[in-house]
């Protein structure tokens, strides 16, 4: 099991907009990127829904139809494909709080809030272009 | 808002259940820890009865029963309170649980590996005593229960 982490949404998020992002101008269907990624084709479906509604990505329909980039890849952090599934991160208060509880366990949120830094530094500072290479590398033995 | 980082709220609960346990100097109870740790009694009571099924906490009956460690603080680690509830803990290297990854080589780094990695070793070298370091036992937590 993950102890700690992002959600499945967020990774499949990240997985799916690698394999966007490296399909190009092509654009590529929710059944290609679950055959890639290994996911669940179902939770793909709802990630990349939220996705599009958010503006990341767009869908042309038809037979030939599927997904693109909204915008280039070197415009898209990974914190833009984070925060459009999660909602806007709270940059002062990273990790979990037990909020209405009595006790606080400071060394605990210590350690949490270190690690939870060191997952926001790096959605931050990666641009989606960083991580579509090993997708396009999948893509281009298909 | 969102938090980068979740635990479970089953987790959370037993993670200040057992802090409390360790520093009350009075016997403390379900309806005190749900009480003082804002969490539900029904939830709070499902976690301490796993944690008494794991050999982690003992209970008494009776009107002044409650909740004891089973060993002392400095013996137990924070690994076994988390395993307690979730069973044993592995660090897997794909993020999205894949035994081989599809790309050859994790797209995200390993980052995921590596803050997980970071957790368990946390987890597994400090102990509940460790945990309890930085409490305040004159912060009224247990205001409540005194005055009764």
Known sequence: MRIIGLSDANIIGIHSMAIIAAA????????????????????????????????????????AGGFYLSRTAKE??????????????????????????????????????????????????????????????????? | MTKILAISE???ISFHAM????????SI???????????????TAKVLQRLVKKGLLGSTRGPSGGFYLKKSAKEIFLIEILEALEGEIKVNDCPIDNPICPFGSCL??????????????????????????????NQNIFKRIIDI
């Open chain 2, 108 to 137: 995200m780094g390993g980052i995921c590996t590596e803050i997980g990695a970071n957790l368990l070793s946390y987890l597994k070298s400090h102990t509940l005593s460790d945990l309890i370091t930085n409490i305040d036992s």
């Open chain 1, 76 to 142: 898209i952090y990974l914190i833009d494909i984070y925060e459009a599934i999660s909602g806007k991160v709270d940059e002062n208060n990273l990790c979990y709080e037990h909020s209405s509880s009595r006790i606080k366990l400071n060394f605990f949120t210590s350690i949490c809030t270190e690690l939870s830094q060191k997952y926001l530094n790096y959605l931050k500072n990666t641009k989606l272009s960083e991580i579509q290479g090993k997708a396009e590398q999948v893509l281009r033995k298909q």
């Open chain 2, 19 to 26: 802090a409390l346990i360790a520093i009350s100097e009075i």
């Open chain 2, 10 to 12: 089953a987790n959370a």
């Open chain 1, 24 to 63: 190009g101008s092509d654009g590529i269907s929710v059944h290609k990127i679950a055959d890639l990624a290994k996911c669940s084709k179902n939770h793909l479906t709802k990630v990349v829904e939220i996705l599009s509604k958010e503006g990341l990505i767009h869908a042309t329909r038809g037979p």
């Open chain 2, 29 to 43: 109870n379900t309806n005190d820890i749900a009480e003082i740790s804002g969490s539900s009694k029904h939830h």
